[in-house]
């Protein structure tokens, strides 16, 4: 929220921790089949009512990444953007490291990697995460180009 004053002075002020992410997805090719599974799975979500986990096919991978501490044994992974840090909720295929070397001895929820007792060193991990997300409208767009071609877009917008 940004107010600019007679004087020309700006006064900016924020309500929100992270940034209120936006995605806009398209897909040029679509087959019948495919746009009608695209549509039944946004009826299933009830359009913009019922957020989802979102594997986005360019922003899903942390490599070797430092995890956050939250006590002696519970570690947050994150998603990292040049110099920005945000916590991720929903994480798999993890391989979790404690000074370079893998270790096994953890679960995972909720984003959070918990250790039976508390690790001696640095802990890093590789991870798929996954945005949690809904729809920004109750619908989408699919258009029919030719006999088994459609187009489809959508937005959507990351849920806190």
Request: hydrophobic share 40%; net charge negative.
């Amino acid at each position: 929220n940004a107010q600019r004053s007679a004087s020309g002075m700006l006064r900016t002020q924020t309500n929100q921790l992270f940034p209120l992410w936006t995605i806009e997805a398209s897909y040029p090719g679509l087959t019948d089949d495919e746009a009608r599974e695209l549509q039944g799975f946004v009826a299933s979500c009830k359009g913009s009512f019922e957020p989802f986990f979102w594997l986005d096919p360019e922003d899903y991978q942390a490599t070797n990444q430092v995890l956050a501490p939250l006590g002696n044994n519970q570690f947050q992974a994150v998603m990292v953007q040049g110099s920005y840090v945000e916590p991720v909720e929903h994480i798999d295929n993890v391989t979790v490291y404690v000074n370079g070397s893998a270790v096994y001895n953890y679960t995972v929820t909720d984003g959070v990697i918990t250790f039976a007792s508390a690790p001696n060193g640095e802990v890093t991990a590789d991870y798929r995460y996954y945005w949690k997300v809904r729809f920004v409208d109750d619908g989408i767009v699919v258009a029919k180009i030719y006999k088994n071609i459609n187009q489809a877009s959508f937005k959507l917008e990351v849920v806190r």
